[in-house]
């Protein structure tokens, strides 16, 4: 099917990018309400019984060949769901969402290396260099110099080396995803989120006891972060790859820590440093350059 790029897809795009970048805040409130580990429990089961309804009323099947990779599918499902929602999770608890938000622009800058050594067709250029470079000062920049000298006295550097962990998590999962079969996607969200389900709920109740009550607030703070970042983006996330490609896909990597910054600001009054906006514009000019190719794809694209 050709790629099309409308007003629709654009209208999709922000929606999507809205919904990424509120994710933070949510979770920033949600967790006045539950632990960290539950929080990422409840968020993943939510989602994967939407996602297996929907995908079981399809009745799709899911590896589209016979070749089939069950570990590989396993594993990519709980570094996309399971580990950064505990590590984002429990992070947030130390850091703003705006600072968990900015951490995020760095997911597609670690694709690129980790895509290189694992992923054949993937190749360095000069372009990934100076982008990678620009985004590592950024990095640096937004852990600060207090990171290398945590004390028991603050846990915010390790709150902050939590959501960095969390990015890491992301890239290694859309590695991963890239080493699979053909599968539906539909099919892959579906076990991705059980098996994200099957991994954090034990480790929850093993770390934080039973599952605590919740008050009616912090239950629809579940409920949003079940529904809205975890299953209802993910099939956004498809219509938008299917439609206008994976190359218009990208541009969400742009807009998702600028929301989270909106919101932060606006409607939590979180504190903002400078070194974060320093941080970020290093982060997404280094985006913009490693991906400068597909950039050129789109308008291209874009100009037919």
Same mark, same amino acid.
């Given at each position: ?21 509120? *994710? ?6 949600? &967790?006045?309400? %539950?632990? +960290?580990?539950? @929080? /990422? $429990? ?129 890239? *290694? ?6 080493? &699979?079969?053909? %599968?539906? +996607?539909?099919? @892959? /969200? $579906? ?114």
């Amino acid at each position: 099917m050709e790629n099309s790029i409308t007003k629709q897809s654009w209208l999709l795009l922000t929606v999507l990018g809205l919904i990424w970048g509120s *994710t933070f805040m949510i979770i920033e409130l949600a &967790l006045d309400g %539950i632990t +960290p580990f539950w @929080l /990422a $429990a409840a968020r993943i089961s939510i989602a994967a019984v939407i996602t297996n309804m929907i995908w079981l009323f399809s009745s799709r099947q899911l590896f589209l060949t016979q070749s089939k990779d069950w570990p590989t599918l396993i594993l990519s499902g709980v570094f996309a769901t399971a580990a950064p929602f505990i590590a984002l999770s429990w992070g947030q608890q130390y850091v703003t969402s705006a600072f968990a938000g900015i951490s995020m622009a760095s997911v597609a800058l670690l694709i690129l290396p980790l895509s290189y050594f694992f992923v054949v067709s993937e190749k360095i250029t000069t372009f990934t260099v100076l982008g990678m470079f620009f985004g590592f000062f950024g990095v640096v920049i937004l852990l600060g110099p207090e990171v290398f000298l945590a004390s028991n006295e603050t846990k915010e550097a390790y709150g902050r080396l939590a959501c960095l962990f969390a990015t890491f998590c992301y890239a *290694t999962s859309a590695v991963l995803t890239k080493r &699979l079969p053909a %599968i539906d +996607p539909i099919g @892959l /969200a $579906a076990v991705s989120l059980t098996s994200g389900a099957m991994f954090v709920i034990p480790s929850a109740w093993l770390i934080e006891g039973s599952p605590p009550s919740v008050s009616k607030q912090t239950l629809i703070y579940l409920l949003i972060l079940g529904l809205f970042p975890t299953a209802a983006a993910t099939f956004l996330r498809i219509i938008i790859i299917r439609t206008a490609g994976p190359v218009f896909m990208t541009l969400t990597n742009f807009q998702v820590p600028l929301w989270s910054v909106f919101f932060s600001i606006i409607l939590l009054n979180e504190p903002f440093k400078i070194s974060m906006i320093i941080a970020l514009a290093l982060i997404l000019i280094g985006l913009a350059i490693s991906q400068m190719s597909e950039i050129k794809k789109l308008i291209k694209i874009n100009s037919l």
